[in-house]
DNA sequence: CTGAAAGCGCTAACAG
DNA sequence: CTGTTAGCGCTTTCAG
């Protein structure tokens, strides 16, 4: 391959304008102190040439390098594609993330990295030698892993923790779980039940916490007892079967049970069917997570909505905007999930 | 912001290990003509300090950008993302992409482009500019567009064609579609069908022709009439929803369907329950598209399962070797889809 | 086999 | 407000 080039350099521009390099490069970054006349001088030979910097050329003088890295978990990541779960996380994330990346000129980078591996420095190390992002989206469970947020500090990287409530370095953002679980236990408080079960997330996953305390939170509100009434589960299906059958096997089975995610809600479906548990007649069901699938099983699933494209959206803005010199936010960014209710709660006893 | 220096370039390695700059590169670069144990030294002195080299700087000097671009049509993917469509295509995508990419060191990024826009060409142009990827994986309905490809060929980067046959320049990368049709055909032949009804895709997809094609082939060979047993789709659930209507509201309406793909499948789920007709007991139903949500419909549909995840991973490596020199190869490769039986595909008359 | 020199396209710092 | 001068980190010449 011939030594690569780019076709029409700032050098043509700057040429074809009759200006000096540097006026063109001012032009482009929307510099002050250039007088009008030559902006438009020079916006016409770029519209002429057809000229775009390279984002390597503007990276190397010293500036932006126009790339945003999204970290997530990689063996959870993988393990979901592979299955083809039906979880699409990733793809909100770009939905939110990759479109208002594109709006301000930048690109946004899937990176997958191991949570529980000792090379996760070095992983990530890499990546950001190699890339030299402008900032860093921090997903569960990454967002609180002081591990990261230090180099990502310590490299004076902008970075957002998506999922995450906790003061101090880069952005927090959140849906507020807790309060989204609250919502999810109160609906079926309003619908008559009162022994609601809850499975939770794993422990690496601080939501998974939030999403408990919630769930403890209303029942407590409402006077009603969380004594056996909680089943740990880590998201896996396989989890999911082991915690609805612990819940649904108890001598006070609960009438209603929510599952931390997806894939347990679908397994509690999958239990209950095995039991010959008629949902929702006997048994209503709400999924914390409203991916694709739980609107196509039977009965369609009540779910809490997640708005991972929004909150992906808010992380890529503030990552910019922070560049541009603004200033953090001391409070996280809360974009609050919400629920949608299909045919999966009714109130108990509708046998 | 200061402005932003790499934390151990190049230069520090060549200190380190005590040898130029050149032989560092050399060995970075796994070039000839470097005494191993040089290489050695070198290695070492890379691991001790961690060094990474820097894409944009590696680009600046001429060589490999290690940037691989996807391309994918913008409206479709973004609609269905949108809609939380449960499509995985873009998630197989980077499973076989991205992973495949890493592998070598490089790094896929997902770049939506217009199908019908006229400024396709400054779109592409731009991302081409910016970014300088070394190859570029173009996906349907953009395989065989001779706008992209001519530019392609144009500013000599290597790509690769998914969803095409047309020899030419670039890698053709196939999954077989008429044979997958012709498989699902079958299938449903051998069930003991005839009257097999066909939804197709839009037009604009070459791949939506081949799929008919399939079909028709094998409904021919069978001895069977075909004449208003095909319906056309656009791959929308509407438009599966007018389709579905048209073939069994015919007064000689089949007795199985095959969808060209998972949404106009589930439509024409949809419109059986509408008109009260039971799958499969009274309809055999295909989709043409094995995506998580087909597996939870009720019933599960068989399905042709396509291998986005192992052509994307192919159409990677083609590239990666390609720039190594290799020569392209005229066939277009061959990645056949399966099928995948489930409980919608039944003998007919089967109520 | 190894090193020194030149330059990729762009921006920061400094002069005018 | 504008132009000039140095690099950024790396790779390609081309000499040793």
Redesign the pocket.
């Known amino acids: 391959?011939a030594?690569?080039?780019?076709?029409?350099?700032?050098?043509?521009?700057?040429a074809d304008a009759?200006?000096?390099?540097?006026?063109?490069?001012?032009v482009?970054?929307k510099?002050?102190?250039?007088?009008p006349?030559?902006?438009e001088r020079v916006q016409l030979s770029i519209k002429k040439l057809g000229?775009?910097?390279?984002?390597?050329?503007?990276?190397?003088?010293?500036?932006?390098s126009y790339l945003i890295l999204a970290l997530n978990d990689r063996e959870r990541t993988i393990e979901a594609w592979r299955l083809r779960e039906g979880t699409d996380w990733v793809d909100q994330m770009l939905l939110g993330g990759m479109l208002t990346c594109a709006r301000h000129g930048y690109r946004l980078i899937v990176e997958l990295i191991d949570t529980h591996s000792d090379h996760i420095e070095r992983e990530l190390l890499g990546a950001i030698?190699a890339l030299q992002p402008d900032g860093v989206i921090l997903t569960p469970p990454h967002s609180e892993n002081s591990l990261i947020i230090d180099l990502l500090v310590d490299y004076k990287i902008s970075f957002a923790r998506i999922g995450s409530i906790k003061p101090g370095p880069g952005f927090a953002l959140t849906m507020d779980d807790q309060r989204a679980a609250r919502l999810a236990t109160d609906h079926l408080i309003e619908l008559g039940h009162s022994r609601i079960g809850f499975i939770s997330g794993p422990d690496d996953y601080e939501l998974s916490g939030w999403r408990v305390d919630g769930w403890r939170e209303a029942m407590t509100a409402a006077g009603l007892d969380t004594a056996g009434l909680l089943a740990e589960g880590d998201f896996s299906y396989a989890s999911g079967l082991r915690a609805a059958r612990e819940l649904l096997d108890s001598t006070i089975a609960p009438t209603a049970i929510i599952a931390s995610n997806d894939q347990m809600a679908l397994a509690t479906l999958e239990v209950s069917r095995e039991r010959g548990i008629e949902i929702p007649a006997n048994l209503s069901l709400i999924s914390f997570d409203d991916t694709p699938i739980v609107r196509f099983t039977h009965p369609p699933l009540t779910a809490v909505v997640q708005p991972i494209a929004e909150v992906s959206a808010r992380a890529v803005e503030l990552i910019i905007a922070d560049r541009a010199g603004s200033k953090h936010a001391d409070e996280p960014i809360v974009v609050p999930a919400t629920i949608v209710l299909r045919s999966s709660t009714v109130p108990p006893g509708n046998a």
């Open positions: 391959m030594r690569r080039k780019q076709s029409v350099t700032i050098k043509h521009v700057a009759g200006v000096s390099l540097q006026t063109v490069s001012r482009i970054n510099e002050p102190n250039v007088r006349e030559m902006i000229y775009v910097p390279s984002i390597a050329a503007q990276r190397m003088g010293g500036s932006r030698a």
